[in-house]
């Protein structure tokens, strides 16, 4: 029983980390806004063409870019919530919903609305 009430937790929404802290590169589990793990040289679909930096500075150089998914809220207003993420010193790109159910840690799982994207239709 406590596996449906996670499941139905996470189609909830309820499960998220928008409060808790991240250890700086650490991962969130599936299911958890946070950093995501991409396998090497795999191209996650991102919201926008290039990765930003919440730092005043910009990293030197082509900096290695970490992807997350984060609620649209703390993306837009990234300056704001990356602190949350231990990311405000990092280059980002931020993963879709679509890819990160579909191709991403969250695949087979349920999307925050209840969409099951693990089978056709």
């Known amino acids: 029983m406590l ?3 996670a499941a139905a937790a996470l189609a909830a929404g309820m499960i998220c980390s928008q409060g808790a802290a991240h250890a700086a590169g650490a991962f969130a589990p599936p299911g958890v806004y946070g950093r995501v793990n991409v396998a090497a040289g795999a191209a996650p679909e991102t919201l926008a063409p290039q ?3 919440a730092a005043r500075k910009p990293p030197r150089g082509k900096a290695a870019v970490s992807y997350y998914w984060v609620p649209a809220g703390h993306r837009l207003r990234w300056t704001e919530y990356c602190h949350r993420y231990a990311a405000c010193k990092e280059t980002v790109a931020f993963v879709s919903d679509a890819w ?3 191709d991403g840690p969250g695949k087979g799982a349920a999307d925050m609305h209840g969409h099951d994207h693990d089978h056709e239709h």
Do not use: I, L
């Open 51 to 53: 990765p930003s930096a």
């Open 3 to 5: 596996q449906g009430a």
């Open 100 to 102: 990160y159910f579909h």
